[in-house]
């Protein structure tokens, strides 16, 4: 039926005149078919989509890095650029991505970062981090880090990786490194009844409630939004408002 049932909403229908607990199960994306599925009723492209297509060509950056601490706490983007080796001197000063653009010397994007704090988590954008940058879980800790989502994109050999730590232990099923791929519309991604298959319930919703999107990277970035709270702020990055800084120089 997920093959040959035209669109996830004709499957469901599909499945529905089969056997109404069928139906259920297809549109929760679940085992169980007990999920929320309730509508999203919002324009994903408010949210985490607008990024979906330029980050498969690696803009504005190669990784997309967002932190979260423990409820009722926040990790400190200051803080967290500065580990991973942001100039100490631009951060103080508050410099923006439009005051990198406008001195451009060369360096452009590709040695520089850019962080803030959006949806509850702190994200860390960049290509790649300077050499003998190290994070380690000390410094986690210090920072109150106990989540993490890191989105790699190399679009030369079109991989693209997804990772997600949590209390220090990487959430995989034990997968191991998660392609993120042009999965078929319809079917999960992830292990089903798996650490994984909340992703598989968002997913699902997406397809359901936004038809519109017909690009399934633009599919999961919003259930990634939705499932976890990861954002972006859009408006700041068009308009160069964003916080940035280039890498310390050796």
């Known amino acids: ?17 089969i056997d109404p607990e069928w139906g259920r ?29 330029s980050w498969r060509e690696q803009d504005p950056y190669t990784t997309l890095a967002f932190f979260r601490a423990a409820p009722g706490r926040t990790v400190d983007a200051e ?15 508050g410099t923006r991505l439009k005051d990198l653009q406008a001195a451009d010397t060369g360096r452009a994007q590709w040695e520089s970062c850019c962080f803030g ?39 030369a050999k079109a991989i693209y990786t997804f990772d997600y730590m949590r209390d220090g232990r990487r959430v995989d099923d034990d997968w ?4 993120l791929i042009w999965y078929e519309r319809g079917r999960a991604p992830y292990l089903r009844g798996g650490e994984l298959d909340f992703l598989n319930r968002a997913v699902r919703r997406a397809e359901l ?7 399934t990277f633009e599919l999961y970035f919003h259930a990634l939004e939705e499932s976890l709270g ?3 702020p859009r408006r700041d990055f068009v308009e160069g408002e964003v916080r940035a800084a280039y890498w310390v120089e050796e």
Not at 1 to 17: K, N
Not at 25 to 53: K, N, Y
């Open 209 to 215: 409630d936004h038809p519109e999107l017909t690009n």
């Open 230 to 232: 990861l954002r972006l």
């Open 25 to 53: 199960r297809f549109r929760t994306g679940g085992l169980d078919g007990t999920g929320t599925v309730e509508a999203c009723g919002r324009d994903p492209w408010e949210g985490l989509v607008w990024v979906a297509g």
């Open 117 to 155: 704090q959006a949806g509850g988590w702190t994200f860390l954008l960049y290509h790649d981090t300077p050499p003998g940058s190290f994070a380690g879980k000390g410094a986690y800790a210090a920072l109150g880090i106990e989540e993490s989502v890191w989105l790699t994109a190399t679009s």
């Open 176 to 179: 191991g490194a998660l392609e």
């Open 79 to 93: 803080r967290l650029a500065l580990l991973y080796g942001a100039d100490p001197a631009q951060v103080a000063a």
């Open 1 to 17: 039926m997920g093959r040959h049932g035209g669109s996830p909403e004709e499957t469901a229908v599909a499945l529905e005149r």
